[in-house]
Each structure stands twice: as structure tokens, then as C-alpha cells.
């Protein structure tokens, strides 16, 4: 089945800084990516996602980047806020929702 | 409004002791999926249904039991609980299984913390 490893497991950054995460996959096949939020006791919250198809979206602050080739995207985050510390959560699947596979997480810390 | 709502919220129980976490949607979605989240291992999927009466198993299904047998509902059923299925469970849901995207978002409900002792 997928693997998708998730760096750095925790990310502490000042505001104004901007923060990179980065995920790798294994399966070729996987062709959807999307990137969950978490704040602290809350449920997970999709923020940007992306499909095989594009090497890069952008929304607002954040940005998500693909290269197929070798099997990583990365969650760029601009201009960081306070608001933006949370646990984000990147995600692989090849048959949408069904095999969608996990990392382990990313603890984002932005101090003021 | 919609959403996903799962009940209890919060559940301290002991070993063997059959139990079932509800779940339940309003936005007519065919797709539903349970997942359990552990420290330091993300979120993984415990099983999940594409439609009334068909449901599969995910990555960690062992010990648990699901049914669909009607579209709002995907009932979590643990028939004989045990200390190492202490976890925050989540259930989501969303339109289709078949394709991700944004307009395909899945939602995630509040999410129930069960304790096994």
C-alpha cells in the first residue's frame, strides 16, 4: 500500500517567516494530494489540495508544490500568523477518498 | 446546517465491553469513512463505505466492525474493546469516493475520545 512520510515532525517559525513542510510518497499511482489542518481539539480541516495533473496551486497565503518525479509535494506557508499554528496533515491517495493514506503530522509553531 | 455529528463525544469504558460509536451526516453524501488518530501516527482509516451496503476495510480494521445500512448513518462498532484501541476516532464524509478535490471535499466530524481501561 502508500507510505507517505511527513518533515519535519515539528516547526517553530516567527511570525512574518514563511514555513515549508514536506511529504513523500511511494506509490506512483497516487494522483491526489491534499493537506489538512488541525487546530488543538478540533477536526482535521482541508486547506489546499492537488492532483497529478498541476505542479503547483496557490491560495491566498498558502501554496502546495508536486513533483511526480520524485514523489514529493510540499505545504508552503507565507507570512505566517499566530492563527496558522496548528497540526497540518498531508495525505496521498490513487482512488480519491477511498485509499486516502496519511503522515504522521507536522506541529506548526508561529510566535509572535 | 450541515454536518457530521458522532456520538458520544467522550467515552471511558472497560475491556471487552461492547460498544458503538454513531455517526451520522445530513448532506446525502454516499462516501463515509471512520479514522482513528494516535500521537505520532497521523490519521489512519479504519474502514470505510462507498455507498448503502458497501463497506471496506481501511489500513488498521482489525477489531472493529462497521454497517451502512442507511445513508445518513456508519455506525463504529468494537465488539470486544481493548486498552490498545484507546484513541480519537473520527468519522468523515463526502459526495463520492471516486475523485478528491476541493469541490469534493470530505468533512470530518467532531471526533470521540474513547478510553478502554
Known amino acids: 500500500g502508500e507510505n507517505v512520510e511527513q518533515h519535519p515532525s515539528t516547526l517553530s517559525v516567527q511570525e512574518g517567516d514563511s514555513a515549508v513542510i514536506k511529504c513523500t510518497y511511494s506509490d506512483s499511482a497516487s494522483n491526489y494530494f491534499p493537506w489538512y489542518k488541525q487546530e488543538l481539539g478540533k477536526r482535521p480541516q482541508l486547506i489546499i489540495d492537488i492532483r497529478s495533473n498541476v505542479g503547483e496551486k496557490k491560495d491566498q497565503r498558502i501554496a502546495v508544490t508536486l513533483n511526480k518525479t520524485a514523489k514529493h509535494f510540499s505545504l508552503h506557508i507565507t507570512e505566517t500568523q499566530p492563527e496558522d499554528s496548528a497540526v497540518y496533515f498531508c495525505a496521498a491517495s490513487m482512488k480519491g477518498y477511498s485509499t486516502l493514506t496519511f503522515g504522521k503530522g507536522t506541529m506548526l509553531l508561529v510566535s509572535p | 446546517e450541515a454536518q457530521v455529528t458522532q456520538n458520544p463525544r467522550y467515552l471511558i469504558t472497560v475491556t471487552g465491553k461492547k460498544l458503538t460509536v454513531t455517526c451520522s451526516q445530513n448532506?446525502?453524501?454516499?462516501?463515509m469513512s471512520w479514522y482513528r488518530q494516535d500521537p505520532g501516527l497521523g490519521l489512519r482509516q479504519i474502514y470505510y463505505s462507498m455507498n448503502v451496503e458497501v463497506t471496506d476495510k481501511g489500513d488498521v480494521p482489525e477489531g472493529y466492525k462497521v454497517s451502512r445500512k442507511e445513508k445518513r448513518n456508519f455506525p463504529l462498532i468494537l465488539e470486544s474493546p481493548s486498552p490498545n484501541q484507546t484513541s480519537l476516532y473520527f468519522c468523515?464524509?463526502?459526495?463520492?469516493?471516486?475523485?478528491?478535490?476541493?469541490?469534493?471535499?470530505?468533512?470530518f466530524g467532531p471526533g470521540t475520545r474513547l478510553t478502554v481501561l
Open positions: 448532506m446525502n453524501h454516499e462516501y
Open positions: 468523515a464524509s463526502t459526495t463520492s469516493w471516486f475523485s478528491g478535490s476541493r469541490d469534493n471535499e470530505q468533512f
